[in-house]
């Protein structure tokens, strides 16, 4: 929380170390719209010329426009300081590398880290010049996409900075957008900045009443996109990554599609059907990431939103992803009846709440207490159990001190059986 886990003198000191990290070079720096966001992105900034760096200022920008000004103005690495989804109080930093690979735990985070508190300024200072990169932005996504009919659009920015790119290029492509929580506001008045479906409720109606193709609502930070069918139902993050795998597919045959371990089987399904491939891989944008590069993937998503495009260097892009369902719509009209022939399952999930130095230990205990129950196992994310055609996930989070269990089935029934005895084995081991 800002002012009480960060503040400006950690915002510097951070920088300092990545600058030190990077070593040479150039840093694009970025922020959304929180009201914190201002004054630590100038203590970053700061940081990284006090390490000898040059820095790219492209201001306030959704968290993909960021990446894009690395991977465009061929800087050393990337930072966007941002809460993403998080609640107001709330701010942090996303760091990327060259090319704008993730720098994350296991791919240099660690070795960010412990310079936190034992880099020291260079002596050399580095300089800093303002660089617009949205208009480049939004004209390279536009051009990347081509409708075949009109298409209208309702957009639920959730008062973030998607709202600054978003509108734009869907209007450059030829749709009727409308938008709702479109002022950047740090306060979020509209609804919190995660796009959950409780959330979305004036969304649907707006596409529902205007008869609209479909809406979109945005992250904080722009890097998140969640989907509404023109009959105004809330799409799961798997649901939109199925639709526009069967787009890419059919356009690609033999591609090759990469999804985390807690989206539905329906996402293989589609794929395999078509004649693709599917590559299941852990949860989280690095590891998304890299799958899609060792695999030369065309696409790749998660449950939670995110979704991943060949054209751009394999990043997340939740404004690109309106423009692709965009394209899809207009071939198709009405999405929700490419909703309703989906493979058909229902899910239930829970997180629990475990220490971080404990959360591993207990998922590999749960492991063992699942694993002779189960027909099968997976340990790619946690543990994943298959019983029949359903199964459950039990995994530690990435980024908090949780546990979560997804379970999914053909009945609602089945999926909540599977999450009662996935939190039995997590009660057995001494969590939750």
């Known amino acids: 929380m800002y002012g009480r886990d960060l503040d400006e003198g950690g915002a510097y000191r951070l920088g300092l170390a990545f600058g030190t990290y990077l070593r040479e070079g150039s840093v694009a720096v970025g922020r959304d719209g929180r009201r914190s966001s201002p004054s630590l992105a100038s203590a970053v900034v700061e940081g990284l010329r006090d390490s000898g760096v040059d820095v790219l200022d492209v201001g306030m920008v959704p968290t993909p426009a960021l990446y894009y000004s690395v991977r465009r103005l061929g800087a050393k690495g990337g930072v966007m300081i941002t809460a993403s989804h998080n609640p107001p109080e709330w701010n942090g930093f996303k760091l990327v590398g060259e090319g704008a690979r ?36 939004v004209g390279f996504l536009s051009s990347l996409v081509n409708l075949s009919a009109g298409v209208g659009v309702g957009v639920d920015a959730s008062n973030g900075v998607a709202s600054l790119a978003a509108p734009r290029a869907l209007r450059d492509i030829g749709c009727l957008v409308e938008v709702i929580n479109g002022n950047i506001d740090g306060d979020f008045p509209g609804h919190p900045p995660e796009p959950l479906p409780e959330y979305l409720g004036e969304l649907s109606r707006l596409v529902v009443e205007r008869g609209l193709h479909f809406g979109v609502a945005f992250d904080g930070d722009g890097d998140r996109a969640v989907f509404v069918d023109d009959r105004g139902r809330v799409l799961t993050g798997d649901q939109s990554l199925a639709l526009l795998a069967s787009y890419y597919v059919q356009k690609n045959p033999g591609a090759t599609v990469v999804f985390d371990a807690s989206s539905s089987m329906a996402v293989r399904e589609v794929v395999e059907s078509l004649g693709g491939k599917a590559i299941e891989t852990r949860v989280g944008s690095a590891f998304i990431k890299r799958a899609m590069a060792e695999q030369g993937a065309i696409l790749g998503g998660e449950r939670s939103g995110h979704l991943y495009f060949s054209e751009l260097g394999g990043m997340d892009d939740a404004i690109f992803a309106a423009l692709r369902m965009a394209e899809l719509a207009s071939t198709v009209g009405v999405l929700s009846e490419l909703v309703d022939a989906l493979p058909r399952y229902e899910s239930a999930s829970v997180s629990v709440e475990c220490l971080d130095e404990k959360k591993y230990e207990v998922v590999m205990a749960v492991a063992s207490k699942l694993e002779p129950l189960a027909d099968s196992i997976s340990k790619i994310d946690g543990v994943k159990a298959y019983f029949g055609g359903a199964w459950v996930l039990v995994r530690a989070s990435n980024t908090q001190p949780l546990v979560r269990i ?18 039995e084995a997590l009660r057995e081991v001494g969590c939750g």
Not at 111 to 123: H, I, T, Y
Not at 124 to 130: A, F, H, K, Q, V
Not at 406 to 417: L, P, S
């Open 406 to 423: 997804t379970a999914e089935g053909k009945t609602k029934q089945e999926a909540t059986r599977l999450l009662d005895v996935a939190l």
């Open 102 to 137: 993730p720098i994350a735990m296991g791919l240099g985070l660690e070795a960010v880290r412990e310079l936190v508190d034992k880099a020291q300024p260079s002596g050399s200072l580095g300089s800093i010049r303002r660089t617009e990169i949205l208009d480049d932005y």
